[in-house]
Nanobody
Framework: QVQLVESGGGLVQAGGSRRLSCAAS????????MGWFRKAPGKEREFVAA????????YAADSVKGRFTISRDSAKNTVYLQLNSLKPEDTAVYYC????????????????WGQGTQVTVSS
């Protein structure tokens, strides 16, 4: 069993930055592939970024490449998502997820999910 708790969301002006955190607890949490997804109002949950257990492999969605960066601190069992150059269309609930198997870019591949943290980007 893995528990994930996101934090760091809030109201940000367009062009601003924000750092989201995902605190993980449970057995062998440092061995999981971690990902970030988001759900905008009226839309389906979509992939944002993912990172391997070692931190050596990362992926990012085309919509956020060059603006968002995923990282992890294994000692703290924490995964981060650095949000830069934010746009109004980035407004969404951001979810942290854990994958037991491999780095994935689909919702179906992830086994554990946090409750989400709201990021709102004003025009």
């Amino acid at each position: 069993q893995v528990q994930l708790v996101e934090s760091g969301g809030g109201l940000v002006q367009a062009g601003g930055s924000r750092r989201l955190s995902c605190a993980a607890s449970g057995r062998s949490v440092g061995s999981y592939t971690m990902g970030w997804f988001r759900k905008a109002p009226g839309k389906e949950r979509e992939f944002v970024a993912a990172i391997s257990w070692s931190g050596g492999t990362t992926y990012a969605a085309d919509s956020v490449k060059g603006r968002f960066t995923i990282s992890r601190d294994s000692a703290k069992n924490t995964v981060y998502l650095q949000l830069n150059s934010l746009k109004p269309e980035d407004t969404a609930v951001y979810y942290c997820a854990a994958n037991r198997m491999r780095v994935g870019r689909t919702v179906r591949e992830y086994d554990y999910w946090g409750q989400g943290t709201q990021v709102t980007v004003s025009s």
